[in-house]
C-alpha cells in the first residue's frame, strides 16, 4: 500500500494542513500530490517540495494515493468529485468541507468508497488544531490508523459516530478560531478606546487571549474557577464581568452566533 497523498484544493484550510505533514516529518515531500488552480497557490505548496498540478487529468494515472484529502470550497464539491472517480478502489477519500455529507460523496464516487469527513480548523497549521472526524464502514481499520496519524500531526483528533453532530462541530471549532480572533480585534480596539496606543493594545489583547487559552488547556481546574481566580471581591474584573454577564449577555450573544454557523452549514449540505 502506497503512503501516496492527493491534496485538492490548497487554500486557507488545505495549505494548513499540509504544513502540519511536512513540519511534523509525517509525509515526505515526494509523497504529495496537490492539485490547485490558482497558480500563485500553487507556487506556495511547491515551494515546500510537493509535486503541484492545476487539474485532475494532470495526475499520473498509477498514482494509486492512499488517500485524497478534498480541501476546496462547499459549493464546488459536485464538480470536483468527478475526476476523481478514477483512484476509487483501495483509497479513501477525506472531506474537510462544511455541511457536505457522505451521502453527496458516495452519489459521485460510488456507495462502496470509503469516505471520511473532518472538521479541522486554521490552528493547524501550527499543530494546534482541533480535527473531528466521521468515517463510514468502508473505511478499512488500517487506512483510519494511516490518516488519524496525518490528522493527529495538525492537533487534537476526535471523532464522532453519528455523522448529524458535525454541524454543531463546525460552528464551535471550525468556525470558532474567527470568534476568537474577532475577540482579540474587539479587545484591541477596547484598549484604544480607553487610552492605549494600537500596537500596545494588539500586544495585550493577543498574548492575553494566547496565555488564558494556554492556562486553561494546562490547568486541571474548570474555565469557571480560573475565572474566579481572576475576579477580585469588588473588583476591577468584577465590574467588567457584570457588563458581560449580566442577563446572560454575552452567553446569549454566542449561542445566536453558534446557532447561526450552525445552521448555515445544514444549509450547504442541501445546495
Ligand atoms: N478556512 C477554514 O477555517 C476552514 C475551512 N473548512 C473547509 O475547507 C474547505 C476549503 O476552505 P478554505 O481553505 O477556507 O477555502 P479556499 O478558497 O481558501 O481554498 C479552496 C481552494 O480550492 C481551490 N479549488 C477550486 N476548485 C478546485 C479544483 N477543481 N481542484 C482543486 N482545487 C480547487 C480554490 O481555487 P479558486 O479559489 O481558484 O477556486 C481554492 O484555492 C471548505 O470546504 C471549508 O468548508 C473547514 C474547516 C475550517
Ligand atoms: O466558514 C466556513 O464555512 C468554513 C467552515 C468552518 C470554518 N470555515
Not at 63 to 83: C, D, E, G
Request: charge should be negative; hydrophobic fraction near 50%.
Amino acid at each position: 500500500m502506497s503512503d501516496r497523498v492527493v491534496l485538492v484544493g490548497c487554500g486557507n484550510m488545505g495549505f494548513a494542513m499540509l504544513k502540519g505533514w511536512l513540519d511534523s516529518g509525517a509525509l515526505e515531500p515526494q509523497a504529495i500530490h496537490v492539485v490547485e488552480p490558482a497558480a500563485m497557490l500553487r507556487q506556495r505548496a511547491g515551494e515546500l517540495g510537493v509535486h503541484t498540478v492545476a487539474e485532475a487529468g494532470e495526475l499520473s494515472a498509477d498514482l494509486n494515493p492512499r488517500m485524497v484529502l478534498i480541501a476546496v470550497k462547499p459549493q464546488a464539491m459536485a464538480q470536483v468529485l468527478p475526476a476523481y472517480t478514477r483512484f476509487a478502489g483501495d483509497v479513501t477519500f477525506v472531506s474537510v468541507a462544511a455541511g457536505i455529507p457522505v451521502a453527496l460523496f458516495e452519489k459521485h464516487l460510488g456507495d462502496k468508497a470509503a469516505i471520511m469527513r473532518v472538521m479541522p480548523n486554521t490552528p493547524a497549521a501550527i499543530g494546534k488544531g482541533m480535527l473531528v472526524v466521521y468515517r463510514n464502514a468502508h473505511v478499512t481499520d488500517a487506512n483510519a490508523v494511516f490518516i488519524n496519524g496525518l490528522l493527529k500531526t495538525s492537533g487534537e483528533v476526535a471523532s464522532i459516530a453519528d455523522e448529524s453532530l458535525m454541524d454543531a462541530v463546525t460552528a464551535i471549532s471550525g468556525s470558532g478560531p474567527a470568534y476568537v480572533f474577532h475577540f482579540i480585534e474587539c479587545l484591541t480596539d477596547a484598549g484604544v478606546t480607553v487610552g492605549l496606543d494600537r500596537d500596545l493594545a494588539a500586544l495585550l489583547a493577543m498574548q492575553t487571549v494566547y496565555g488564558a487559552g494556554a492556562l486553561a488547556a494546562q490547568s486541571h481546574e474548570s474555565p469557571t474557577k480560573l475565572r474566579e481566580q481572576v475576579t477580585s471581591p469588588n473588583g476591577t474584573t468584577a465590574a467588567a464581568l457584570d457588563v458581560l454577564m449580566s442577563e446572560d449577555r454575552l452567553e446569549d450573544l454566542i449561542t445566536k452566533a453558534v446557532e447561526a454557523a450552525k445552521k448555515r452549514s445544514v444549509e450547504l449540505g442541501k445546495a
